[in-house]
């Protein structure tokens, strides 16, 4: 099964432009940039056959190329990332089984996330996406954003069969009480498509709902296309997506308490 990742990053970022060269630092103190730390987590999968940076400023791209990715230059028209990795694929010289879209604000996401989607593709899903179940900080963590005005992570709802429902940038279901919460799950911010539903993709308008919430994966489920949500385990990683300034800290932690250089 061939694997490509797609790493889609660009500089206009509305919550926090510039983000993708934000210099984040590790253990040792040496400073990478977000989208460098994007694409060194992306190299730790096994088993993939191309990794691209996926972008339209060449900002981004002249500091990619020199740190030694590979890079395919998009269109300033791609409104998010999976309308970027469908414009990426049609630059490729060969069709991928499937397409991994590691986004380049998830530097801390582990290769084991990634390995969970590739075996349910495997078994003929059309896309795919991890789900992380909140532990107490993470949930802490999505209420303090909410409650201080911050648009933080994305949790995710899901049926008996662990087919989305629905994605929010609320905390999902309502949590009333914090010491005994319901279970609230994190949707980590990869996905799985096969080229075919990646290609329908930017042929759909963008609909309410997608609109309204600032996420694209919603366009799938407007447009009647099941996301399978799998589940995975963090394993004492912790893992939290570079949305805000107030992430650089928190990521910079982690990033320490892991050992990474």
Known sequence: MSVVIFIPARYASTRYPGKPLVELAGVSGERKTLIQRAWEAAKTVPGVDS?????DDTRIADVATHFGAEVIMTSAEARNGTERCSEGLSQLAYEPRTVINLQGDAPLTPHWFVEALLAVMADGAQMATPVLRCDSDMLSNFITDRKEGRV?????VMKNDQSALYFSKEVLPYVAD???PPQVWHHVGVYAYTPDALRAYK???EGPLERAEGLEQLRFLENGVQITCVP???NNRVFWELNNPIDVSRIEKILKEEGII
């Open 51 to 55: 990794i691209y940076v996926l972008t």
């Open 178 to 180: 914090l010491q005994s």
């Open 203 to 205: 042929n759909w308008e």
């Open 152 to 156: 933080g992570g994305t949790t995710v």
């Open 232 to 234: 995975v385990e963090a």
